[in-house]
């Protein structure tokens, strides 16, 4: 009879412990073309030099060399200059990355 008992246990208790680590199904998530667009602006700095700049761009961005080239010039011709439209997260982790390479970089949602 305690040999019953016991089995019974051992099974209530495999039985609770299953039940417990059960996952909740995940929220949806939108696809990333329906999520909100961010501009990433790099900005012309009085400490990097064009080549720095470059060399930057093109290492951490989807950018060619001739692009990451492009946008720096016209960063230090006006100012300012549009490296890409992405969705937010992808825009702070660029931002991010060109940041700690000591690049002026910022984003803002796309009108």
Known sequence: ?????ETQR???QSTAT?????ERPKAARPPLDKLPLF???????DVNSIEHVVDSVA????LSQQEATLAA??????????????HKERAELYQEQLT???LTVTIEPEQ
């Open 73 to 86: 010039l016209e960063a230090d011709k006006t100012g300012l200059a549009l490296l890409m439209t992405t």
């Open 100 to 102: 700690s390479k000591s």
């Open 39 to 45: 501009k990433v602006l790099l900005h012309n700095d």
């Open 59 to 62: 290492e951490l961005t989807p």
């Open 10 to 12: 051992s099974a209530n």
């Open 18 to 22: 299953a039940t417990a680590t059960a």
């Open 1 to 5: 009879m305690d040999e019953n008992r």
